[in-house]
């Protein structure tokens, strides 16, 4: 336990990179502090690395459920208004954001 | 130094469902009314939980077993994170490390007149979510992007292939045998002009400094291809870009990371696309909020008994059953079911395969394309021109007689007031213009008799061993006798000169 608190599980470019990648802004002092605490949390669930999980399935998924479906049927859909009503910005017709220059959609 | 070139493509096929993947909402392209298909769960908002459509779910095993995968029996879905503002939620809902099915293959004909196949592997195909629609302000001042979210969460089958393709047009006729697939099953109504249908082209180059060695270009994806044409176009250009670039600079594969390149159809040339440097870091991880799903051997089997008869499986049977061409079953097939429907009425209905064959695929097709008519639209249908075949095969008119038929049908069929082609027109026009064929031997005797009095040179010529000089014969006596059949007055002239010697 002691261990994987000392080896620093958590690195500062790791810190850095995970803040890009969630559009967040942080100030070194930040970064620093979330070096020191998210690595806490990793160490702690490091516990679980002392589990010896030969032969055993990997878990996908916390619930046994399997097979949910639903039919496929038109449920009424929310009005124009109501689904732009959270929106920052919006013309009245569509969600407005800032200009994206690089064009086309995202990769789906 | 040559090189080869190594084409892999990732297909997005939108399924034919009434709703939404993973909520109620109407599926239906609906461009002109912009964010009136959407509901918490499409819109991302907290607190809402997605469901999986039963029917997407079939339609994608339905496709993929037609496609030859193989089905897992335990799949889930994961969570593909980026930001876009098309992409309510921050993430895609997709499948990583466990797809539903894997391990397939389209075959292609890469050469048509040495018949040629190309199989081509299928890698996996799963199933995952649309995004949103953006639309980009064209006027340069900047403004707002919009965003339309009815197409969020529409689901769509993603097909990827191995890098088996080695031209720009194997890429094309995977794509046509593919999207003729998809729209005989039913999964989709493959309509590249609403993006049911789009394609992303990976293209490199094995470059060959020497026989036997082999160096490969950097990775490029071609994204959002929007049509057969710019798919081919597309690769071709980016083949001529990659050799010129690998000649200059002669960087390899892992000297840089895969690029994305977009096509720009005005110029006529791949262009670069900003290098998104993290977008490879996806953090996939399973989705909490939708469970496995697992699928029995049974339930495989009821899918596959419910795909009917592939494009390959009617080629097939068209050869077996017809002795059609291996390029007959291909025109006749490719053309979508209705026209194959229409093949088959007419090939049964008159018993002979090969002379439906050439009809629908000569005289029908031509006329198709000329008037821009469906099968559906096409005003001889296959009764009529079924009739019109037997009297062909029971030599009742000629076929050149039947064309004639076949033209003052159609022609009356699509005039100003149309005069509906039938079965008794057949017979009308036939008897109006004496086309039947006179089956009266006694009279075609009398005339040939007639003709040979009155061409003792042709006679003379055939006796010194001539017989090409029937030819001049059967001309005179046809048109003594209209109507009969040019074959038979031969084989009459022929006895008739043969008593004589």
Request: charged fraction near 25%; include cysteine; hydrophobic fraction near 40%.
């Amino acid at each position: 336990m002691a261990d994987s608190l000392d080896r620093q599980p958590l690195s500062r470019e790791t810190v850095v990179k995970v803040a890009r990648l969630a559009r967040l802004k942080l100030t070194p002092a930040e970064i620093d502090d979330y070096v020191g605490k998210l690595g806490q949390v990793l160490g702690y669930v490091e516990m679980l690395d002392e589990v010896d999980v030969t032969d055993i399935e990997p878990m996908v998924h916390a619930i046994e459920l399997r097979n949910v479906f639903r039919a496929d049927e038109v449920l009424p859909s929310l009005s124009r208004t109501d689904a732009l009503k959270n929106a920052p910005k919006t013309d009245g017709v569509c969600f407005l954001v800032p200009q994206i220059l690089d064009g086309g959609g995202s990769s789906a | 130094m040559d090189y080869t070139v190594i084409i892999g493509l990732e297909v997005h096929v939108q399924l034919l469902t009434q709703t939404k993947i993973f909520c109620g909402c109407s599926s239906a392209f609906n461009p002109e009314q912009p964010n009136v298909q959407t509901c918490p769960t499409c819109l991302g908002l907290p607190g809402s939980l997605p469901v999986m459509n039963r029917r997407a779910f079939e339609l994608a095993m339905k496709t993929a077993l037609a496609l030859n995968c193989e089905i897992s029996p335990y799949t889930k879905w994961d969570r593909k994170q980026y930001y876009y503002p098309d992409l309510p939620k921050g993430y895609q809902i997709s499948q990583y490390d466990l797809p539903f099915s894997h391990d397939g293959f389209v075959e292609i004909v890469i050469d048509a007149e040495a018949g040629t196949k190309r199989r081509v592997g299928i890698i996996r195909a799963h199933l995952e979510e649309d995004a949103g629609k953006n639309m980009h302000d064209e006027s340069g001042r900047g403004l707002d992007s919009r965003v339309d979210l009815n197409r969020a969460g529409t689901p769509l089958l993603e097909i990827v292939s191995q890098p088996d393709l080695r031209a720009a047009s194997e890429a094309r006729q995977y794509l046509e045998e593919l999207r003729l697939l998809l729209v005989y099953l039913g999964v989709s109504d493959c309509n590249m002009q609403e993006g049911s249908l789009r394609c992303d082209a990976n293209v490199n180059l094995h470059v060959h400094p020497e026989p036997g060695q082999k160096v490969a270009t950097p990775l490029v994806e071609i994204k959002n291809l929007n049509s057969f044409r710019n798919v081919e176009l597309a690769i071709e250009h980016e083949v001529t870009r990659q050799w010129a670039e690998f000649q200059k600079t002669g960087l390899k594969i892992g000297d840089v990371p895969k690029t994305t390149r977009g096509w720009d159809a005005v110029r006529g040339a791949t262009f670069a696309q900003r290098g998104k440097e993290d977008a490879a870091d996806y953090r996939y991880f399973p989705d909490p909020d939708l469970v496995p799903v697992t699928v029995t051997q049974d339930e495989i089997d009821a899918v596959r008994a419910s795909i009917g008869e592939t494009p390959p499986a009617r080629r097939n049977r068209y050869a077996v059953t017809w002795g059609l061409s291996d390029y007959d079953c291909r025109v006749i097939v490719d053309q979508e079911r209705d026209f194959a429907e229409y093949f088959e009425a007419i090939a049964t209905g008159c018993g002979d395969g090969k002379q439906a064959a050439n009809w629908v695929t000569q005289d029908v097709l031509r006329e198709m394309k000329d008037r821009k008519l469906s099968v559906a639209e096409f005003p001889i249908s296959p009764a009529v021109l079924t009739d019109l075949l037997q009297r062909v095969l029971a030599k009742k008119v000629t076929i050149k007689s039947a064309r004639e038929v076949f033209m003052d049908l159609l022609t009356a069929a699509t005039d100003e007031t149309p005069v509906p082609a039938t079965v008794e027109r057949v017979a009308e026009i036939i008897q109006s213009k004496g086309l039947e064929i006179v089956q009266d031997t006694g009279a075609i005797s009398v005339a040939i008799s007639a003709v040979i009095e009155k061409n003792p040179k042709a006679v003379a010529d055939f006796k010194a061993g001539k017989q090409a000089a029937v030819g001049a014969l059967i001309g005179q006596v046809m048109k003594q006798v209209k109507g009969a059949d040019p074959a038979g007055v031969r084989e009459l002239i022929i006895q008739q000169l043969n008593a004589l010697l």
